[in-house]
């Protein structure tokens, strides 16, 4: 029978192997601390076989480097063994929701979730701090002490961590603000699908390190865009000529040639844009019946075989064009130099954003961002500082409806009931255009910097205007707040506080809102169920690992200690703790659905119809085994402690055998 790890995976080996299916000649035996053998790389044997040209030690080349990377590095890679708890009292709807909201170190909470949504997060919005000189670097787990180089605020999470504040007087100012940002990129990237991005609110103080790191994480050429993004009316005076109204937006995603995200400004419906671009390769493209027709002939036939010029490109038509009743009446295949792919024609065509203009070549309706360059927006800046710029403000780089920190305030303060709850929150108009970008409407969408969860918040929204079925994960350090804030005297003692308020007053507000536009339509307009809606969220919480140190450590105790491990489990932890870390660990995600039976006495959880069971009682009824079986469960787990004897594991492995064959049995 099979034992559960019950600690994140160790990536170093991982990619050990994944090098050693590639280059297995650089592949060697060293000895670990304890004496024995393990596989390891031989760098300097990888470095050249990777070049073409002698590879000498020291060699120059192109890249950010800076005191602390290596060690950020080893941490993303190394494995940790701390768990997440759930929370059912600060949870909403936690039976049914598909949300989750979790609180903790984001870096723990990354490594902890890294099995389980490897590859499944659609999309990641973060809003990091922005190393000003008054943001928070988490805990302090640098090498170097801060004595010699930070000032301690006193500041404490909810467990009496202690929190330091990076002001530049600070020797590795920048260099504490990349490490804490580089070890949370590399492990976000596999968390991203291959069609995935990730979209990060900079401002200039880091954006330029920002963009660097990314390169090297995200590789340089699946950057799509860094985004200007008007902040505020009104800007913060830098000097005599210019103020400081925007912030940006850097957007790369796992892999260009899979992203189809399009970023920018949304334009209004009415707009146009052609479908053809000269620079492209000649390609053919099928163009679904039923769409609609501009042509200034409501009934028209062109034959098959005709030739129509765009912009000096010839279209050559491979069927008939056959327009009927001012609609295309009947498929359509041309050839051309196409902007859209295939799949993006059809999507456009199913969802009505396709028509045909009367000089014949295809348009669509602008229902996705189109982004505008800075340069298209701002004059030229002569040399001298001449008197008619002195009052220039950086502004109207996106049209009205982006929102700005102004907006984000008051959206809190409405919601809340009270001003100053949290500075500087971003608008719910910002994120929603962001998330729109990805035309998916079904997706999880991850923020590990999840503040006042305005992500959140904009999540349920669209969802109730779109009837989407988008889901978030939100991450948020339990923070204290500062004693003198608006925030602590209206109850908020931490941040996560705020969040978990703000997205249950949300989601109230939201129903009602739904509930009310139901209420308003009009005859022979469907209703949509308001309790289809997910405006709940399960709470987790990052804690030590559910097991005892026995469990990881059996080499370092002497014969005469194991006496005082009856269980390999610690007391005070409860079947749903166990049950999260068993999920965990067996890459299920956080959200399925789980229900609590009782069988012939045993407490049974049953995840995912059959994904899962287990079962964590300290005596094992047969009968209960058998009825497990008829489930035809993929995974079964159980305590070890729960057999007495030996023989009563090895009867229960060869009753599944027997009655469930597929099934693997484990225990914790």
């Known amino acids: 029978m099979d034992k559960l790890k019950m600690q994140t995976p160790d990536l170093t080996d991982k990619n050990i192997e994944q090098i050693a299916s590639l280059f297995p000649n650089v592949i060697t035996e060293i000895r670990d601390e304890k004496g024995n053998i393990k596989k390891a790389v031989d760098f300097d044997l990888l470095k050249q076989t990777l070049s073409k040209e002698l590879v000498e030690e020291g060699d120059e080349r192109y890249r950010l480097d800076w005191p602390g990377k290596k060690a950020s590095l080893l941490k993303a890679n190394t494995p940790i063994i701390n768990t997440l708890r759930p929370c059912r009292a600060e949870s909403v709807n936690f039976d049914t929701t598909e949300n989750l909201y979790i609180e903790g170190d984001n870096f723990e909470v990354l490594k902890v979730l890294q099995e389980s949504y490897l590859g499944k997060v659609k999309m990641i919005y973060i809003d990091p701090p922005y190393n000003t000189g008054s ?68 401002d200039d103080n880091e954006v330029h390190n920002l963009r660097k790191i990314c390169d090297e994480i995200f590789g340089e050429e699946n950057f799509v865009v860094d985004l200007i993004w008007e902040k505020k009316k009104k800007g913060t005076f830098l000097s005599n000529t210019i103020t400081n109204i925007k912030e940006y937006v850097l957007v790369y995603s796992k892999s260009i040639n899979t992203f189809q995200g399009l970023i920018g400004e949304i334009n209004s419906d009415t707009e146009t844009y052609p479908c053809v671009n000269a620079s ?170 999840s503040g006042s969860a305005t992500t959140a918040h904009a999540v349920m929204q669209l969802n109730a205007e779109d009837g989407g079925n988008r889901k978030f994960i939100m991450v948020q350090l339990p923070e204290r707040t500062d004693e003198k804030s608006e925030a602590y005297k209206s109850g908020y003692k931490t941040i996560s506080d705020i969040g978990k308020e703000r997205i249950q007053r949300a989601g109230k507000k939201i129903v009602a809102e739904f ?20 405006i709940g969220f399960r709470v987790y919480k990052t804690n030590s690992t559910n097991m005892k140190d026995v469990f990881y450590h059996p080499n370092d105790l002497q014969q005469e200690q194991l006496s005082a491990f009856q269980s390999n489990i610690k007391e005070d932890r409860i079947p749903e703790d166990l049950l999260t870390q068993v999920i965990l660990d067996l890459g299920l995600e956080l959200s399925l659905p789980i229900e609590e039976k009782k069988i012939h006495g045993n407490t049974v959880y049953i995840v995912q119809t059959n994904a899962l069971v287990a079962c964590f009682d300290d005596s094992i009824d047969f009968k209960v085994v058998d009825e497990i079986a008829k489930i035809q469960p993929f995974k079964v787990v159980f305590k070890d402690a ?13 009753r599944f055998k027997r009655l469930s064959s597929e099934t693997r049995v484990t225990v914790i």
């Open 280 to 449: 492209n390769k000649r390609e053919i493209r099928k163009i679904p019946a039923g769409i609609i027709s501009k042509y200034k002939e409501k009934n028209y036939v062109l034959k098959k075989g005709s030739k129509i010029s765009v912009n000096t490109m010839n279209l050559i038509l491979h069927t008939d064009l056959v327009i009927r009743d001012a609609v295309l009446a009947e498929d359509l295949v041309i050839e051309g130099n196409w902007r859209y792919q295939q799949d993006l024609m059809i999507k456009f065509a199913l969802e009505k954003e396709l028509y045909i203009t009367q000089d014949l070549y295809l348009r669509r309706i602008v229902k996705e961002p189109r982004y505008k360059t800075l340069k298209d927006l701002l004059p030229r800046l002569g040399s001298n500082k001449d008197a008619k710029y002195k009052d220039f403000n950086i502004n109207n780089l996106f049209e009205d409806g982006w929102g700005s920190n102004e907006d984000g305030e008051e959206e809190l303060r409405l919601l809340m009931g009270g001003k100053g709850i949290l500075e500087f929150p971003k608008p719910i108009k910002l994120i929603k255009k962001l998330i729109t970008s990805t035309r998916d409407k079904n997706l999880i969408i991850l923020d590990f910097f």
């Open 515 to 534: 509930k009310e536009n139901s209420r308003q339509l009009k005859l022979g307009e469907e209703t949509i169920d308001a309790s289809k809606l997910d």
């Open 135 to 202: 943001d928070f670097i988490y805990k302090d787990d640098f090498k170097v002490s801060k004595e010699q180089y930070g000032e301690e605020i006193g500041a404490e999470n909810e467990e009496g961590e202690k929190l330091f504040k990076n002001t530049d007087s600070n020797g590795r100012f920048h260099s504490d603000w990349l490490s804490m940002m580089y070890e949370r990129l590399v492990v976000a990237r596999d968390l991203l699908k291959d069609d995935g991005a990730i979209f990060i609110s900079i």
């Open 642 to 654: 729960s057999f007495r004897y030996d023989k009563d594991r090895i009867n229960v492995e060869e």
